[in-house]
């Protein structure tokens, strides 16, 4: 089933140079495309929008603090079942707990700085795509 969701190489993907890396290996998917592609720092009350439903989480302010910091990169991705297969893809939020091969596991070690964030379902995608794009919405 063709989906899309919303990706973001997050401030640590950008300042360590790994964007190309990481959007190397989703481009590399037969039947994946990116539709939009921004890079951007984005402001605290975007992503108070996108992280609600960690408000009040220990990891909350600091997250924030972190996703301000510098450029991140948002994108659309398209295809083939890309919900689950760019969660996949990711590997577990915890980088000591995600695979050999998945984007955190090869290249991250702290759960704040886990590089990039993939849509959980396609109804958050949905939702994402309107904070991050909302003329694709
Ligand atoms: P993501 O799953 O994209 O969205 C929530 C983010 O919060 C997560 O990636 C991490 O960057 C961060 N996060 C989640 N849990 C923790 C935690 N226990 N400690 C620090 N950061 C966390």
Not at 71 to 88: C, F, K, Q, T
Request: proline share 6%; charged share 25%; with cysteine.
């Amino acid at each position: 089933v063709s989906q899309r969701t919303l990706v973001l190489l997050k401030p640590d993907a950008v300042k360590r140079g790994l964007a190309g890396e990481i959007i190397s290996r989703i481009e590399r998917k037969a039947g994946w495309r990116l539709t939009a592609v921004e890079l951007r720092t984005f402001d605290r009350a975007t992503l108070e929008h996108h992280y609600e439903e960690h408000v009040g989480r220990p990891f909350y302010e600091p997250l924030l603090e972190f996703m301000t910091s510098g450029p991140s990169i948002a994108l659309i991705v398209e295809g083939e079942n890309v919900v689950p297969g760019l969660r996949a893809l990711c590997g577990a939020t915890d980088p000591l707990q995600a695979g050999p091969g998945t984007i955190r596991g090869d290249f991250a070690t702290i759960t704040r700085e886990n590089l990039i964030h993939a849509s959980d379902s396609e109804a958050s995608a949905e939702r994402e795509i309107k904070i991050f794009f909302p003329s694709h919405a």
